[in-house]
């Protein structure tokens, strides 16, 4: 395959939370697959000298990836890396917003200081995924406004997911409505080799998906089997001081070759159902 047409990554290191972890995205054999694995398998079929890791652990707050994260992401010498990160920060009731910026600052610092192409995002409105929590829409938004002043100071490469519509849509997301579901993970690995402008990718990650029409009383009944199966857990969860992460260590913390890239039926059943499978937040 002609790669001239984009350069020649050999060494990347995703770092970040659940998403790419790859939580909502089951590989299978009892393990998460999730966009990162999506995304090295497109970028390793033009590439097959790649090597892939992914240092990434649900739950995760920016500090505790910038702790945990970065210093073994550096000593890989990636010269590839995706930092998600953010989202766990702004869904805590005690969001230190200084703090977080603080963080992204300095993993955007040292990853670009080592000469890595760094990948970071913004995010959908996740109000308009989950309506009870819509107040803390404005701290997306605020994010998101930070995150593109961050990628212009530092030369990142960001994909911004804010404007898409796809990126809200039910589909793209699991039961939880905190975790991306097979097709939304697909989603992002085809939006970020689009930006990345990889051989054979494309911007039809942006293109609307199905309407999802429901009426009030099965709106009703979603909405509550969210909060008691979902949304109440969790925030049991925080009150007690636990996190999904506890003990979990990174699936894939050193540089192997990358995932085969391969056709993925959970997409298509994902597809038929709003709201996909259930996962632990």
């Known amino acids: 395959m002609d790669t001239g047409s984009f350069p020649s990554y050999l ?16 590989d299978g054999a009892g393990g998460n697959r999730g966009w990162a694995d999506r995304f090295a398998a497109l970028l390793g079929a033009g590439t097959p000298a790649l090597r892939y890791a992914n240092l990434a652990i649900r739950g995760r707050r920016a500090a505790q990836i910038r702790s945990e994260q970065l210093a073994p992401a550096v000593a890989l010498r990636p010269d590839l890396v ?16 200084a703090a977080l910026l603080d963080d992204l600052h300095a993993m955007f610092d040292e990853l670009t200081a080592i000469g890595a192409r760094v990948i970071t995002f913004t995010y959908p409105d996740i109000g308009g995924i989950a309506p009870f929590v819509r107040p803390l829409s404005p701290r997306v938004r605020e994010l998101n406004a930070e995150m593109r002043r961050l990628a212009r100071r530092y030369g990142l ?4 997911f804010e404007p898409v519509a796809a990126t809200a849509h039910p589909l793209v ?10 097709l939304g993970h697909d989603l992002v690995a085809r939006a970020v080799a689009d930006i990345l402008t990889l051989p054979g990718a494309d911007a039809t990650w942006r293109d609307p998906l199905p309407p999802v029409r ?8 979603a909405e509550l089997t969210w909060t008691t199966q979902h949304m109440l857990p969790w925030i049991a969860r925080r009150v007690r001081g636990r996190s999904s ?7 894939r913390p050193d540089l192997l070759p990358a995932p085969i890239c391969r056709t993925d039926e959970a997409n298509t059943r994902a597809a038929t ?9």
């Open 214 to 221: 429901r009426g009030v009383a099965e709106t009703a009944v």
């Open 157 to 160: 490469t960001l994909v911004d």
């Open 82 to 97: 995706s930092v998600m990160a953010g989202m766990n920060d702004i869904i805590r009731p005690r969001f230190d917003r």
């Open 273 to 281: 159902q709003p709201f996909g499978p259930a996962h632990t937040l």
């Open 11 to 26: 060494r990347y290191v995703a770092i970040g939370d659940s998403q790419t972890e790859g939580i909502g995205d089951p």
């Open 173 to 182: 997301w699991s039961a939880d409505r905190l975790h991306l579901s097979p």
């Open 245 to 251: 992460g506890t003990g979990v260590q990174p699936k």
